[in-house]
């Protein structure tokens, strides 16, 4: 008897069945039993906690049909040895991840100048998701006398807009917990678009995001009083229920993500200087001030990261419409650490500057610094650089006029992105030889 154990997500795509479990099920077969016992086997839905339709049916057949063990290798490296083994006990269900799904419609009020959804809303579904995936991930596995937990963003890796999204189609967002330290939890975000008339869906975005878990408190930062800042960094990081995966490989390529970023956290720490920053925001202009309202927060007070980050896009928009005087859209945005929350009431100030261009790209630094509206108190709360591409009457790509840095400083940073986008180029070069090398192959 072979033993599978899979997250329905594994098992059947939004296209087959518009069904979403967050638990697994657990069922046997025996090796070469025929395909049409097997497809008698999935009608039988007293052993099913959900409606198939024929089409899955079918599928799920073939899939086990013709399983064999590398097939059973590229199903079980995120499942816990547990479940494998045949215990499916609630309690052996906290090391397994569990995927978050949302789903929403994009309206006109979701919508850039070029029509296109705004790069903005992505990147807030994407830190909705990845919350709830990890707040649910930390509370489903914690102790039973332990205290509950809120997720935080901490870190996010680049995020990359493969595909635009249109208007009127559905973005649905599934995020899941990849690996796990003593105190963080990695989670995966991948955005899907789909044609609502069509049924078509495509991958359009991916990221990689890091959260800390702090002891959820009956407290409410929804008030504006006190400093509110100081309160929420003295609430204790949680220990983070570790998860046991089956195979090796996902264990060790997670513990190196993390050892990576752990090294590039600090090196950028390093060079970075909190106060050089606040004197080179303080010598311009903030590009966008916001109050950050309760529709820009958690129930308790705490300002999204997503709204950030929304802000953050926004402002680099506005930089790169004024220089190209056409249509732009987001390309990609680069790595962030979110130092300080920031609150309801909070006054957001958005700082955002070219610092690269290339023929057909511009890269823009946007740094946040958040203000406490009641004692004046200012911190810098993220930074990241978003990489933008005009677009001409015909939504494709043109070119942008170069800017020329003038200070040392303006110098330096070009010099640094321009080195930056040549590597990426030739990284691109090589992914397109080897894909072309891989068609060409009988």
């Not at 967002?173 to 078509?200: D, F, K, M, Q, R």
């Not at 308790?300 to 896009?313: H, R, T």
């Not at 962030?336 to 909070?346: E, R, T, W």
């Not at 170069?402 to 090589?430: C, G, L, N, S, V």
Request: hydrophobic share 40%; charged share 20%.
């Amino acid at each position: 008897m072979q033993r599978f154990v899979l997250p329905l997500r594994l098992l059947v795509s939004a296209s087959l069945s518009r069904t979403h479990l967050s638990r697994p099920f657990v069922f046997g077969f025996a090796s070469g039993t025929s395909l049409v016992a097997l497809e008698s086997a999935f009608r039988d839905t007293n052993n099913l906690a959900f409606p198939l339709t024929s089409t899955a049916i079918r599928t799920m057949s073939r899939l086990f049909h013709t399983a064999t063990d590398s097939a059973s290798a590229l199903v079980t490296p995120l499942l816990p040895k547990a479940l494998c083994d045949g215990d499916a006990s609630a309690s052996t269900l906290s090391g397994l991840p569990v995927p978050v799904t949302m789903a929403q419609m994009l309206l006109p009020d979701d919508a850039n100048p070029a029509g296109q959804v705004h790069g903005g809303v992505i990147l807030r579904l994407i830190d909705q998701a990845a919350f709830a995936a990890a707040t649910k991930y930390f509370n489903q596995g914690r102790e039973s006398d332990s205290p509950p937990g809120v997720a935080a963003l901490a870190h996010i890796d680049q995020v990359n807009f493969h595909k635009p999204i249109q208007i009127g189609e559905v973005a649905e967002v599934i995020a899941h917990v990849t690996y796990t330290s003593e105190h963080s939890i990695e989670v995966s975000v991948h955005v899907y678009a789909e044609n609502p008339l069509t049924g078509v869906k495509r991958l359009t975005n991916t990221a990689r995001t890091w959260y800390v878990v702090k002891q959820f408190s009956a407290e409410s930062f929804m008030r504006r009083v006190g400093r509110r800042t100081e309160a929420m960094t003295k609430f204790p990081t949680l220990s983070v229920p570790q998860l046991d995966v089956v195979a090796q490989q996902p264990k060790d390529d997670g513990r190196a993500r993390y050892t990576n970023l752990k090294a590039d956290r600090k090196l950028e720490a390093e060079a970075a200087s909190t106060e050089a920053a606040k004197r080179e925001v303080d010598a311009q202009q903030p590009t966008l001030i916001h109050v950050l309202l309760p529709s820009d927060c958690f129930s308790n007070g705490v300002a999204q990261a997503g709204a950030i980050m929304k802000l953050m896009d926004t402002a680099a928009g506005v930089v790169a419409f004024r220089h190209c005087r056409s249509n732009v859209v987001t390309a990609s945005l680069e790595s962030m650490d979110f130092k300080v929350p920031a609150f309801n009431g909070s006054l957001v100030e958005v700082y955002a500057k070219p610092i690269f261009t290339s023929s057909r790209s511009m890269d823009i630094e946007v740094i946040v610094i958040t203000q406490d509206s009641l004692s004046g108190s200012r911190d810098i709360a993220t930074s990241s650089i978003f990489t933008f591409v005009a677009l001409d009457e015909n939504r494709r790509p043109k070119t942008i006029e170069p800017i020329t840095p003038t200070t040392d400083e303006e110098k330096r940073k070009f010099a640094k992105r321009q080195a930056k986008y040549e590597q990426r180029k030739i990284q691109r070069q090589a992914a397109k030889a080897v894909a072309a090398g891989a068609g060409s192959k009988p």
